[in-house]
DNA sequence: CGCGACGTTGATTTGCCTCAACGATTGTGG
DNA sequence: CCACAATCGTTGAGGCAAATCAACGTCGCG
């Protein structure tokens, strides 16, 4: 059960027993079912996700009410809009289950107690940001410089067989077009 | 002289006169002409430059020879390849000076020197990243759903006055269209 | 001074959108 | 468990935003 996260921590920092039986004491396990809102824009974010199982969907609202889809999250993915949680201010974002999905829950005073207790969750959390800094970078050169069809082939690769998990407006809201377009593209090839 | 680089430590740290000492120690002050090439892509980025003067871009170049602008440095702001300066691996992207500009470097070898005597600059560049990681969540987000003109008018905003210092053409590949299209986006006003 | 890079403008083309109509699939209440 | 509604995906027609292409004026620099 604890498996996927072990593995996971164990990318970028090296535990010790007590260390990670530290860890897993502040994590809460959570069944969320397909459609559940983690966190709603307006709201403060107070905890961070890890995904065991399912996908979830990270995404903002704008004024038209059209959704944009910053980042999907599989399994052995971390989930959190970052501004707010660690400002503790209103959310920008949401965060919803696009699946029957598995999450393990930190809160905000709980990772702060982590990185008291455990340093190296510091390095841990940060190297999680520096990749999403860089992923992110790339992101927007491809919304910059390809086609939508280059860029769905990208999200492909990006998320191996997430396509056929989801709906497909919800690619559309990854890549950047219209739920008809896709449409289109996929009878192109 | 140090001023600048002061007050940038301090949005994030507070030192006391040695630390602040230690760092600008490491720190080398440099004079760069306009059209300097600081990295390009393929070389190892091994230092990180934080501008006083002038103005930085730093940007992908495609298969096409098109330039994408991922961002501008000017003043106060940090530049590097952080893929490749974290990793020492080779660079995707290229830094140039825009303006004949002034910046401080630090290198990489120093810069692990200056984590280990003050730890504090590891909290520091982790806020570094994390603004630079909601920026670019936004920027995606601008990207998806924003026309031309509205992203125009949200670089004007992120980059006051920038858009008199620098080309045209640089403006164009930051928010994503052609020089042609920017001149006639410019005439609609 | 003259060349090359830059910006402007107009004509034409293209990638993607909007709107609308229609099956298919999913979900829900009786 | 079925019936009906709602949501989703497909397809086609027409429209718009931005690209491409090309010609020309201007500026900065060697």
């Given at each position: 059960m604890f498996n996927r996260i072990l593995n996971n921590f164990a990318r970028h920092v090296t535990l010790d027993q007590d260390e990670a039986d530290y860890a897993l004491s502040l994590l809460k396990?959570?069944?969320?079912?397909?459609?559940?809102?983690?966190?709603?824009?307006?709201e403060t974010c107070r905890k961070i996700y890890f995904v065991t199982k399912g996908c979830l969907r990270l995404y903002y609202t704008d004024k038209e009410g059209k959704d944009h889809i910053i980042s999907f999250m599989p399994e052995n993915w971390?989930?959190?809009d970052i501004a707010s949680f660690y400002s503790q201010?209103?959310?920008?974002?949401?965060?919803?289950?696009?699946?029957?999905?598995e999450v393990f829950e930190l809160t905000y005073q709980d990772q702060?107690?982590?990185?008291?207790?455990?340093?190296?969750?510091?390095?841990?959390?940060?190297?999680?940001?520096?990749?999403g800094f860089i992923l992110y970078q790339r992101r927007i050169i491809q919304n910059l410089?390809?086609?939508a069809e280059e860029r769905y082939e990208k999200f492909r690769r990006r998320y191996?067989?997430?396509?056929?998990?989801?709906?497909?407006?919800?690619?559309a809201a990854y890549i950047g077009v219209t739920p008809v377009f896709v449409s289109v593209l996929r009878r192109r090839r």
């Amino acid at each position: 059960m604890f498996n996927r996260i072990l593995n996971n921590f164990a990318r970028h920092v090296t535990l010790d027993q007590d260390e990670a039986d530290y860890a897993l004491s502040l994590l809460k396990y959570k069944n969320v079912k397909k459609h559940t809102m983690l966190l709603r824009n307006g709201e403060t974010c107070r905890k961070i996700y890890f995904v065991t199982k399912g996908c979830l969907r990270l995404y903002y609202t704008d004024k038209e009410g059209k959704d944009h889809i910053i980042s999907f999250m599989p399994e052995n993915w971390w989930a959190v809009d970052i501004a707010s949680f660690y400002s503790q201010k209103p959310a920008t974002y949401n965060i919803e289950a696009l699946e029957d999905s598995e999450v393990f829950e930190l809160t905000y005073q709980d990772q702060e107690k982590l990185y008291e207790k455990v340093p190296k969750f510091e390095r841990f959390f940060r190297i999680l940001t520096q990749n999403g800094f860089i992923l992110y970078q790339r992101r927007i050169i491809q919304n910059l410089s390809q086609t939508a069809e280059e860029r769905y082939e990208k999200f492909r690769r990006r998320y191996p067989k997430l396509e056929h998990r989801i709906a497909q407006k919800h690619v559309a809201a990854y890549i950047g077009v219209t739920p008809v377009f896709v449409s289109v593209l996929r009878r192109r090839r």
